[in-house]
């Protein structure tokens, strides 16, 4: 889906350049080599921003829950 019709900038290029490090607007316009132009799209970038940064989040934290069960189970052994 196109997000930034003035640069053809995509959800998927958003997604990009954040799992590339992008945490503010500019950055994600300069992962494409471009900039703002209109500022129309400003708003919905910065939102799917928030949004892909929230799930990194909770992927992380999954992850590190993830290995909870093994934990116990090794101090479970251990006692
Ligand atoms: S729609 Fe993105 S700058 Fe115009």
Do not use: F, W
């Amino acid at each position: 889906m196109v997000i930034c019709s003035c640069n053809s900038l995509t959800h998927k290029d958003v997604e990009s350049a954040v799992a590339h490090g992008a945490t503010r607007p500019s950055e994600i316009y300069a992962s494409k080599r471009c900039k703002a132009q209109c500022g129309n799209c400003v708003p919905g970038v910065v939102c799917m921003l928030k949004e892909v940064r929230m799930r990194q989040r909770q992927a992380a934290e999954t992850a590190t829950h993830a290995c909870l069960p093994v934990v116990v189970q090794a101090e479970a052994l251990s006692a």
